[in-house]
């Protein structure tokens, strides 16, 4: 079983920069890719990005695409969501997410999840 620690969350304005990490371990040769997800208050999981482990191919929603950048470090077995020109709408709990498909794109491909990091934009 694979397990997903995140961290990197915080409070921070709009406009403003964090980076998340996602600490993998557990990992075997099943788990192709890993993902970022969110969820805010009465609103459904949705998905953030996913990036291939091997090839590093890598997809971002639109709603972040040009502000946000899914990246891994196989040697670390990390992966990191580098966010960029926050906006409030941003603010959401945010998961790490290991999945045995070639890409993490939607909710129902995830095979582990890990706690969530809070992220909250201010205006």
């Known amino acids: 079983q694979v397990q997903l620690v995140e961290s990197g969350g915080g409070l921070v304005q709009a406009g403003g920069s964090l980076r998340l990490s996602c600490a993998v371990s557990g990992r075997t040769l099943s788990t192709n890719s890993m993902g970022w997800f969110r969820q805010s208050p009465g609103k459904e999981r949705e998905f953030v990005a996913t990036?291939?482990?091997?090839?590093?191919?890598?997809f971002h929603a639109n709603s972040v695409k040009g502000r946000f950048t899914i990246s891994r470090d196989n040697v670390r077995s990390m992966v990191y969501l580098q966010m960029n020109n926050l906006k409030p709408e941003d603010t959401a709990v945010y998961y790490c997410a290991a999945s045995r498909g070639r890409l993490a794109v939607a909710v129902g491909m995830v095979d582990s999840w890990g706690q969530g990091t809070q992220v909250t934009v201010s205006s």
């Open positions: 990036i291939n482990w091997s090839a590093g191919t890598t």
